[in-house]
């Protein structure tokens, strides 16, 4: 697809940038041609056919990476009924009776992980199919079985953004400042992966998952790094307590919602108030129970709405009622061709033409609305030191009144309330 479309737009560039002429032979001195003006202006022509290409590419890049998994973990993974990842002979409870669990028992599913939801007060039963039994007619069975019970697939979520160019990039000469002040007493979570903490600047961080391991991922420690600042990035929380919560762990069922879930209910635990999640997947019944546990009980879940291109169907857990979704916007203040449209939208922050974390000592390009996410995130941390439901409303009206209004006039799909967190960006510097 990628191919595809690289090909069709280099067609499309040679077509505007060059007249159709029989091939010939050339004359060794060419005569002198008149100045003509060209119809179309080639340089917009072209810089608008790279941000397709660069909008097409990122807007593939997830599903590139689902089939990528499939193919390499085939005994681990399949496909859902849409083609989503999930782990395969694996359905996922929310709260079943101990009555729903012996009659799955009786029909031949085994326990394969039980988790106590201690920060939500409910319990999460893993169940695994029985040997021959297919995934999909797995679900339909227990669903049959326990009709009010809440069963879905264990879903793979995937990260929502990627490199720009995946270059080492310097700062704009404008954008060397030193970082803003710290913010005592402020608490946030993120649940992704790993943290490289050497990358991130003065990093308080507690880390949840892989049991004790640490598995430094780049994604994630660009994300954090978004909140918590690092080498030539401000970040929208300095100084925060960042508790991050590795749902990957390198493994080949990295990011199931089994995991997802667990993280969450760590944080409720924790009582850490506000959330970031940039990863998304398809609609969950497990997951969503989860998050509206969550959300009952005073916290704010922030998340990337996704990079899918604007008439995909919306990701989650962004698109869940109470959760606030957060589109991306460039250094111009225009929506990225790629992110999603819909209700789901929220605010929209920077999230393109801008620095994040890399290794130790050194930032790189990021690009999407994975980016975008952290910067809202650590702007609502701030109004919002513990979970209370009336507290977060007030929060999240306080961050609408200073939004900067964008597109249609008042909320619209495209970017939400507004645009917030413009001046936490620090941009890359042009090429």
């Not at 490289?196 to 507690?206: C, I, K, V, W, Y």
């Not at 997802?260 to 959330?275: C, I, K, M, N, P």
């Not at 990701?315 to 959760?323: E, F, H, I, K, S």
């Not at 589109?327 to 789901?344: F, I, S």
Request: aromatic residues 4%.
């Amino acid at each position: 697809m990628l191919r595809l479309r690289l090909a069709r737009l280099i067609a499309a560039i040679l077509v505007v940038a060059t007249p159709a002429a029989p091939a010939q032979i050339l004359p060794k001195v060419l005569p002198e041609l008149p100045h003509v003006e060209l119809p179309v202006n080639v340089g917009e022509t072209v810089a608008g056919v790279t941000r397709e290409l660069e909008a097409g590419a990122l807007a593939d890049l997830r599903q590139l990476k689902a089939l990528e998994l499939l193919r390499m973990h085939r005994r681990e993974l399949e496909a859902d009924p849409a083609g989503a990842p999930i782990v395969r002979s694996e359905v996922v409870a929310l709260a079943p009776s101990d009555d729903a669990v012996s009659a799955a028992l009786r029909a031949g599913f085994v326990i394969a992980r039980e988790r106590k939801l201690e920060g939500l007060d409910t319990r999460m039963v893993v169940l695994q199919a029985p040997s021959g039994m297919s995934t999909r007619r797995a679900l339909k069975r227990l669903r049959a079985l326990d009709p009010g019970g809440t069963y879905d697939y264990n879903h793979i979520y995937l990260e929502g953004g990627a490199r720009e160019g995946g270059a080492v990039t310097a700062p704009a000469p404008s954008d060397r400042q030193p970082a803003t002040a710290t913010a005592s007493g402020l608490r946030i979570g993120l649940i992704d992966g790993g943290l490289d903490l050497g990358a991130l600047r003065s990093p308080s961080a507690h880390l949840y998952g892989c049991g004790g391991r640490n598995v430094p991922d780049p994604h994630a420690t660009a994300v954090a790094s978004l909140i918590l600042g690092a080498s030539d990035v401000r970040g929208s929380a300095p100084g925060a307590e960042l508790f991050a919560a590795d749902v990957y762990c390198a493994s080949a069922t990295g990011g199931a919602i089994d995991s997802v879930a667990d993280a969450l209910a760590w944080l409720a635990r924790e009582h850490v108030a506000v959330v970031n999640i940039s990863l998304v997947g398809p609609a969950n019944a497990t997951l969503g129970g989860v998050v509206r546990l969550l959300i009952a009980r005073g916290h704010l879940i922030v998340a990337a709405v996704g990079n899918d291109g604007p008439a995909a169907p919306p990701l989650y857990p962004a698109a869940y009622p109470g959760v606030v979704g957060v589109t991306a916007v460039d250094a111009h203040r225009r929506v990225l061709p790629e992110a999603l449209r819909g209700k789901q939208v929220a605010f929209a922050a920077p999230g393109s033409d801008m620095l994040a974390a890399g290794a130790p000592g050194s930032t790189i390009a990021v690009r999407g609305t994975s980016y975008a996410s952290p910067i809202v995130a650590g702007l609502l941390a701030e109004k919002l030191r513990e979970p209370d439901l009336a507290a977060a409303q007030r929060a999240v009206e306080a961050l609408v009144l200073a939004a900067v209004d964008l597109g249609a006039r008042g909320v619209d799909t495209t970017y939400g309330n507004g645009l917030v967190g413009e001046s936490i960006a620090v941009r890359a510097r042009p090429h």
